[in-house]
């Protein structure tokens, strides 16, 4: 007569690890794609902002110049992110850059976010895998 309860808990103990290990990579990789997503939908409001028609108090068309657009994006990029990312890492800071290329109406504006994203559980299993990688978004649009 053999254990079959003694070999359904040797298979369990192999493949127990193997399931939390895909558990946690399924996890971690929806955390990166949300992240992901969150820094796309950032950019492309900051950029919405950035490149809406301004006027001053005279009715004269102001062209957009970094120090009046760079508030004014950055602003929004925060306001919509606030405390939305997922990370593991509290020192990781987004950074924004943005570049305006023409200071006229069918100008261009480019705001890049990126975001160090660090994993969690994977690096400690897989020594290959980088502990962080850099999530980017891009959003160009012309100006108003």
């Known amino acids: 007569m053999t254990n079959n309860r003694g070999v359904a808990i040797v ?19 929806g955390f990166v794609i949300y992240n992901k997503a969150m820094i796309t939908n950032a950019s492309r409001e900051g950029a919405r902002i950035g490149i809406v028609y301004r006027i001053d108090s005279d009715n004269n068309y102001l062209p957009p110049d970094d120090s009046a657009v760079r508030p004014l994006v950055e602003t929004r990029i925060n306001n919509y992110l606030g ?8 020192a990781a800071e987004k950074t924004v850059s943005i570049e305006v290329i023409g200071t006229s109406p069918g100008g261009e504006l480019k705001v890049t976010v990126n975001y160090p994203y660090k994993f969690l559980v994977l690096p400690g299993f897989v020594s290959t895998m980088a502990p962080r990688i850099s999530l980017s978004a891009i959003t160009s649009m012309r100006l108003e």
Do not use: K, T
């Not at 405390?83 to 509290?90: E, H, V």
């Open 11 to 29: 298979e369990f103990a192999i493949v127990l690890p193997l399931l939390i290990i895909l558990l946690f990579g399924i996890m971690e990789f």
């Open 83 to 90: 405390n939305s990312l997922i990370g593991f890492d509290p």
